[in-house]
């Protein structure tokens, strides 16, 4: 069963056209790399899924349940699909590890312990143990990316979306956090990425969808193939 499946699905914000007749399914374990121009959609995509933007027609079933429909509940969604943003969007009032068991202890009720003790093995994973009682603000970009993602994997859901995560970052900070997706997707992790990180795309996935003017133009299970073109 796909996890995710899109049938003719559109999208407009007023007028403007912005999802032209999707049709696409999501695997679990499978890391998916969606590249586009800018303002091709590729955002609005990722957003459908987990319920940020609503879409205008067509069907979308997450693990077989209409988003549509009254008696699909977005949190479900939420606890299920993380996402990670390009501007990381960490509570700034909040230290790193607090960031982190928030939502397992106000949405799973996780008991604190813990949820400290998973949040800390989440960030060593990341490699931002040693910044745990850090406050956002005093972190690098990369470092609260990888903060980030060590939050959307606290609820440990079967997948994870990436918008751009690399493309608000210096350049020298967008090695780090390419590595922990990539350790991530290793590791089997079901992944949707927008991304212009070609490489990445070319190492790491194992699908890419090209996007332009809100359609799917290219669905290939091919990647070296289609970066040789
Ligand atoms: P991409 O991620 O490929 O850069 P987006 O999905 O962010 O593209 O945007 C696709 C198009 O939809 C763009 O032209 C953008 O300006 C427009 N758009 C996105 N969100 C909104 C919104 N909330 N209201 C109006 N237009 C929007
Ligand atoms: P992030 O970096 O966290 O992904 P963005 O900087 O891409 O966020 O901004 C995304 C937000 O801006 C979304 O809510 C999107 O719908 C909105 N947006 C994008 N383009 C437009 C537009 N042309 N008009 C209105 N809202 C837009």
Redesign the pocket.
Same mark, same amino acid.
């Given at each position: 069963m796909a996890m995710i499946e899109f049938k003719n699905v559109e999208k407009y914000? %007023?007028n403007?056209h912005? $999802?032209k007749d999707i049709n696409l399914t999501f695997e679990k374990g499978e890391v998916v790399v969606v590249i586009?121009?800018?303002?091709? %959609?590729?955002?609005?995509? $990722?957003?459908t899924i987990n319920g940020l933007?609503t879409i205008s027609s067509g069907n979308l079933l997450i693990n077989d349940q209409d988003i549509r429909s009254k008696q699909t509940k977005l949190t479900e969604i939420r606890k299920n699909i993380g996402m990670v943003f390009q501007h990381f969007n960490l509570y700034p009032n909040k230290t790193v590890l607090e960031n982190i068991t928030l939502a397992p202890t106000k949405v799973l009720n996780r008991n604190e312990k813990e949820a400290k003790d998973a949040a800390e093995r989440l960030l060593d994973r990341v490699g931002m143990l040693d910044k745990k009682d850090s406050y956002p603000s005093t972190l690098s970009g990369g470092q609260q990316q990888r903060v980030a993602i060590a939050r959307g994997l606290a609820m440990q859901p079967e997948m994870l979306l990436f918008?751009?995560p690399t493309s608000a970052l210096d350049p020298e900070m967008i090695g780090d956090v390419l590595d922990v997706m990539k350790q991530l997707a290793r590791e089997g992790m079901s992944m949707i990425v927008?991304t212009h990180e070609m490489n990445f795309a070319r190492d790491v996935a194992d699908r890419v969808i090209f996007?332009a003017d809100?359609q799917v133009l290219e669905d290939s299970y091919d990647v070296e193939g289609f970066f040789e073109q």
């Open positions: 914000f %007023g403007f912005a $999802l586009g121009p800018s303002g091709s %959609g590729k955002s609005t995509l $990722l957003r933007e918008d751009e927008v996007m809100g």
